[in-house]
């Protein structure tokens, strides 16, 4: 008999916990999982201005060893367990110029935040994953990790392009003892972030927003979609891969970027 799925209950029951969720792609992630009946942990450095109260905010910086230690504690203490990891912390606050602007300071940064903070808070929840023989990863990555930015970005890509080798190497390991491990590249996201910064660039360069996002779209050398990607598609995504419907799904990278990059 074919199963059947109901889309607005199918993870009922699965607690849920999706790191950088309180805006952008992180925020949308963490809404499509609560509207599919998870019980959603959120986490960040501080609280946003507006939360929904259905979601539960832990503060901690994810970028420390000591952060993680403490959303993994905070989490068993109060749901003493953990169904479903959205890796999606993320982000670059390295200067353009070039490798030679980068510090050291600027790649140990990097590195913690993209590629360190998941592993760390994979190593906290997964030792209860394996022996419930259940659990789903996903880790967030970049198309950065297969098309590098160098001006200024080259350190997150090469943190997000060590998370995507990890992910696919961690996923042979535990897939066999029940647990799914997969990785999700975005392109380009029109999150808040970006929209105010297409405002400004429109702003400094006596341009429109549209002409400034085209400019920005020119740079990522185009989007056969011809737009940016929506929070919502990407969270869409990953609702279907923690879902019991992609239950044969693993160890898979995948990219959601508009057709950005140009080679197979």
Same mark, same amino acid.
């Given at each position: 008999?074919?199963?059947?799925?109901?889309?607005?209950?199918?993870?009922?029951?699965?607690?849920?916990?999706?790191?950088?969720?309180?805006?952008?792609?992180?925020?949308?992630?963490?809404?499509?999982?609560?509207?599919?009946?998870?019980?959603?942990?959120?986490?960040?450095?501080?609280?946003?201005?507006?939360?929904?109260?259905?979601?539960?905010?832990?503060?901690?910086?994810l970028s420390t060893p000591a952060g993680t230690?403490?959303?993994?504690?905070?989490?068993?203490?109060?749901?003493?367990?953990?169904?479903? &990891?959205?890796? @999606? =912390?993320?982000?670059?606050?390295? !200067?353009?110029? $070039? +490798?030679?602007?980068?510090?050291?300071?600027?790649?140990?940064?990097? &590195?913690?935040? @993209? =590629?360190?903070?998941?592993?760390? !808070?994979?190593? $906290? +929840?997964?030792?209860?994953?394996?022996?419930?023989?259940?659990?789903?990863?996903?880790?967030?990555?970049?198309?950065?990790?297969? !098309?590098?930015?160098?001006?200024?970005?080259?350190?997150?890509?090469?943190?997000?392009?060590?998370?995507?080798?990890?992910?696919?190497?961690?996923?042979?390991?535990?897939?066999?003892?029940?647990?799914?491990?997969?990785?999700?590249s975005p392109g380009w996201v029109m999150t808040?972030?970006?929209?105010?910064?297409?405002?400004?660039?429109?702003?400094?360069?006596?341009?429109?927003?549209?002409?400034?996002?085209?400019?920005?779209?020119?740079?990522?050398?185009?989007?056969?979609?011809?737009?940016?990607?929506?929070?919502?598609?990407?969270?869409?995504?990953?609702?279907?891969?923690?879902?019991?419907?992609?239950?044969?799904?693993?160890?898979?990278?995948?990219?959601?970027?508009?057709?950005?990059?140009?080679?197979?």
């Amino acid at each position: 008999m074919e199963q059947q799925f109901n889309f607005n209950s199918e993870l009922s029951g699965k607690i849920a916990l999706v790191t950088g969720g309180t805006k952008g792609a992180g925020k949308a992630i963490a809404e499509r999982l609560l509207d599919a009946g998870a019980t959603v942990i959120i986490t960040a450095r501080n609280a946003p201005d507006t939360l929904n109260p259905n979601l539960h905010f832990i503060s901690a910086d994810l970028s420390t060893p000591a952060g993680t230690q403490k959303v993994i504690a905070e989490v068993f203490a109060k749901y003493s367990k953990l169904d479903i &990891l959205v890796n @999606n =912390l993320g982000g670059s606050e390295t !200067l353009g110029g $070039g +490798f030679a602007m980068l510090t050291d300071e600027d790649w140990e940064k990097s &590195l913690q935040t @993209n =590629l360190l903070a998941p592993v760390r !808070l994979d190593k $906290g +929840f997964l030792p209860h994953m394996l022996a419930q023989k259940s659990g789903v990863i996903i880790h967030i990555a970049s198309i950065q990790g297969k !098309l590098p930015l160098y001006e200024s970005t080259l350190p997150y890509a090469a943190a997000k392009a060590g998370l995507i080798n990890y992910s696919k190497g961690l996923s042979k390991e535990v897939a066999p003892k029940g647990v799914r491990v997969l990785t999700v590249s975005p392109g380009w996201v029109m999150t808040t972030a970006a929209t105010h910064m297409m405002e400004r660039i429109a702003q400094s360069a006596n341009s429109t927003v549209e002409e400034a996002t085209q400019s920005v779209m020119t740079a990522l050398g185009g989007i056969p979609m011809g737009r940016p990607a929506k929070p919502e598609e990407v969270a869409e995504l990953v609702g279907f891969l923690v879902s019991p419907r992609a239950s044969y799904l693993t160890g898979t990278e995948y990219v959601i970027d508009g057709g950005t990059i140009p080679t197979i």
